[in-house]
């Protein structure tokens, strides 16, 4: 029987944090030289690596400490882990969580002192990793997006908080005959217009800097928000979705992809804390895009864990 107090336990989940942070995984040595390697503590590193080996992190063999198959893992999901990166950074405000639950508000802002958002675009290294771990997380769906999904009836695309560009990219390389545009904040645009170089899509693809909180362009053929909304609190999603049906010609095409109910609990849970947000049903998505004159005509999966829903403008709008 699972002891509460081992599915309570801090220690671990923060050790491999600190692990991943440091980046032992990439390293082989005596507590004294992987210290020396990452500028920490000998004594304190050494109980760290202790507590690591007892769990089956690490090994040790004739004294050095080197990473087991499980904590090679480190490594590959250091985006999510690395305490300093925009991911690894929010997982600590759990912390807070009495305050979530207790009140309904956010954790995040309460442990830094102003919302993620906020926290990342005052902070390029963050607003840099945030991208590449959006980047990594869909570095599988991404291709399956592009495939599974028919973009070439669109002319023009308009990814509203496509980031760096990612996924736009794997569309347009999927449909020649597709152009495209991201909408983000200035940083991740300019990082998006560079990926569009580097892959030859600079005569289809282009950024422009802004928020989707502002009035969109106008004239896309299909408006994309993926993994947009579950980030938002309801008044925020209906927000985003007036700025996009304003923005629509009518027979444009509004597409969400999200994880729906299907991400699981603890991302759910996760959402909450970081954001207010919520992963939710296909029903509530469509109820909320209803209200803003939106009507959904069509939903499917497109990807291993993601759904698309296809919005229309209503007739009448609300």
Do not use: K
């Not at 002891?3 to 801090?10: E, N, R, T």
């Not at 849970?269 to 209803?290: I, Q, V, Y």
């Amino acid at each position: 029987m699972t002891s509460i107090m081992a599915l309570a336990d801090l220690a671990t989940p923060m050790a491999v944090r600190v692990a991943a942070t440091l980046g032992l995984a990439e390293h082989t040595g005596t507590a004294e030289e992987l210290a020396a390697a990452t500028g920490s503590s000998a004594p304190a590193l050494r109980r760290l690596l202790d507590h690591l080996v007892t769990v089956g992190v690490f090994e040790l063999d004739s004294g050095r400490c080197r990473p087991t198959e499980l904590g090679a893992q480190i490594a590959e999901f250091a985006p999510l882990l690395d305490i300093n990166r925009a991911g690894g950074r929010a997982e600590p405000a759990f912390v807070e969580l009495l305050e979530t639950v207790t009140t309904g508000a956010p954790a995040y802002p309460r442990r830094y002192g102003h919302d993620f958002w906020t926290d990342i675009d005052a902070n390029p290294e963050l607003r840099r990793s945030f991208d590449a771990q959006m980047t990594w997380r869909f570095r599988t769906q991404a291709p399956q997006i592009a495939e599974r999904f028919d973009w070439s009836r669109f002319g023009e695309i308009l990814d509203v908080g496509g980031g760096d560009g990612m996924l736009l990219e794997q569309i347009l390389l999927a449909h020649p005959g597709v152009r495209g545009r991201v909408l983000d904040v200035p940083a991740s645009a300019s990082a998006a217009t560079r990926r569009f170089a580097a892959a030859g899509l600079a005569d289809r693809a282009d950024a422009v800097a802004g928020s989707f909180f502002d009035p969109l362009p106008t004239g896309a053929d299909a408006y994309l928000l993926s993994d947009i909304l579950h980030d938002w609190d309801d008044d925020s999603v209906r927000a985003i979705l007036t700025g996009v049906r304003i923005a629509a010609a009518p027979d444009a095409t509004v597409v969400v992809i999200e994880p729906l109910e299907g991400a699981g609990t603890a991302i759910d849970l996760h959402m909450l804390m970081c954001f207010g947000g919520s992963e939710r049903t296909a029903d509530a998505l469509t109820a909320l895009a209803a209200e803003t004159g939106l009507e959904l005509r069509h939903s499917a999966p497109v990807s291993d864990g993601r759904t698309a829903l296809e919005f229309t403008p209503s007739p009448a709008p609300p």
